[in-house]
Each structure stands twice: as C-alpha cells, then as structure tokens.
C-alpha cells in the first residue's frame, strides 16, 4: 500500500500545483472583485434606472446561491456548446475546461462573497457614516476609507471559510474533465484497481492543504484584529 501511495504522490503533487491551486486562487480573487461590485451595488441608495441593475445582480446572487455547483459546471462546459446565436455563436459557445472552471468558480464564489461582504458592510454603525458626513467626507471617501476596511476585518474569518471551501469544491472540476488532484487520483485508482488508497491518498492531500489554509487564517485574524481593545 505505501508502494502505491509515495509513487502516486509526485503526480496528484503536480496536478494540484498545475491545476487544483491556480483554480481556486484566480477563481477566489476573481470572486471578490465581484462580490465587492455586487454588495456595493446592492447596498446603494440609488433610485431610478439603477433598481433594474440591482434587480438583476439580485437575480444574480439568488441563481448561483439556489443551484449545485456541479450543475453550474455541467451548464456552463457541456451546455453552452448548444446555444447557438445565429451571426454571433453559430458552433455554439465552446470553452476549454479550464476557462469553464474558471467561470463557474468565480460566478459561484462571487455570489457566496457578496452576501458576506454586504453584511460586513451593513454591520458597521451608521454613526460612523454620519461622522464622516459631518466632516465633510463623501459618500465614496466614507466608503473606502472608513467602512470597507473595517468591514474587511469583519469579513475575513467567513472569506477565508469560502476559500478553503473553494479548495475542496475544485474536485468537482474532474467533471468537466480537468485533470486535477482528484481526476489524477481516479485515473491511478483505474491503472492500479486500488481506489480506496488513491482516494485516502488524495483526501489525506486536500486535509494538508486545508490545514496550511487554516493556520494562514488564524494568523491573519490576530493579525487584522492586534490593535482592537479585548472584550470584558
């Protein structure tokens, strides 16, 4: 058995490198930059015209946050080649699986985020915004300077939650046919006829993984929350 386990480690090693790591890091970063735009919009005051452009990010949060991940994949890379659009995608809309997971993660992370990111937003006392107002400060300068660092602070233990729930999630990527940690350990599991080693093995991967992300957030967190009174 520990045969088979320490001579599959160098490939599920360099598929998580190649593949599993790259996903979910563009994917999370990706994300963000949507969430931010999505709970910014949401949150905001605006009347008129702009209720459609919050009505369909609203669509938005609602469709990926109701529906699984997998059949998000499933849509976007097997789904999309039959939409064509006579002048515009008369083949359909065909991506390489990589790009398809890179979309799918980071609509879906992106929805997730905008939640957490709203709420962080919305938790910070409304007297700091009338502060800021009475000195002078505009709405945006209130917003950039004051509110969203706190409220990154606020988010960072949830975020941090996502990601690694993110790392995790990238096995489903397998399904569309991305060769990374768990589709390597399947294609050993098939070569080998050991599935319950390879996908110890693989488990035993993403657990280590997972681990280094969770001492990385433990860090951050006394990091971000050193200079805040303790609570009595």
């Known amino acids: 058995m520990w045969h088979i386990v320490w001579s599959s480690l ?5 598929a998580g490198i190649k593949y599993t790591i790259p996903l979910a890091v563009i994917s999370f970063a990706l994300g963000l930059v949507l969430a931010l735009i999505t709970a910014l919009i949401r949150i905001s005051q605006t009347k008129g015209p702009f209720l459609i452009i919050k009505a369909i990010f609203r669509f938005y ?5 109701s529906t699984p991940l997998i059949v998000q994949l499933f849509i976007i890379y097997f789904g999309l080649p039959y939409l064509t659009i006579k002048g515009v995608f008369p083949d359909g809309i065909k991506l390489e699986p990589f790009t398809a997971g890179i979309i ?3 609509l879906n992370t992106g929805a997730y985020a905008s939640e957490t990111i709203r ?6 006392p409304k007297g700091q915004w009338e502060a ?7 709405r945006f300068q209130t917003l950039f300077r004051i509110i969203i660092p706190q409220a990154a602070r606020v988010s960072l233990p949830p975020l941090s939650n996502s990601f690694i729930g993110l790392v995790k999630d990238t096995s489903l990527a397998s399904t569309i046919t ?3 940690m768990f589709e390597v350990s399947q294609q050993i599991a098939a070569e080998n006829y050991q599935p319950l080693v390879m996908y110890c093995t693989v488990a035993a991967l993403y657990a280590i993984l997972c681990t280094i992300l969770s001492f990385v957030q433990s860090w951050l967190e006394k990091v971000t929350t050193r200079y805040l009174k303790p609570q009595v």
């Open 119 to 124: 709420a962080a937003i919305e938790s910070i």
């Open 61 to 65: 949060v609602w469709l990926f946050r």
């Open 178 to 180: 991305i060769v990374e």
């Open 132 to 138: 800021a107002q009475a000195i002078g400060m505009t």
């Open 10 to 14: 160098p490939e599920l090693i360099s």
């Open 104 to 106: 799918v993660f980071t």
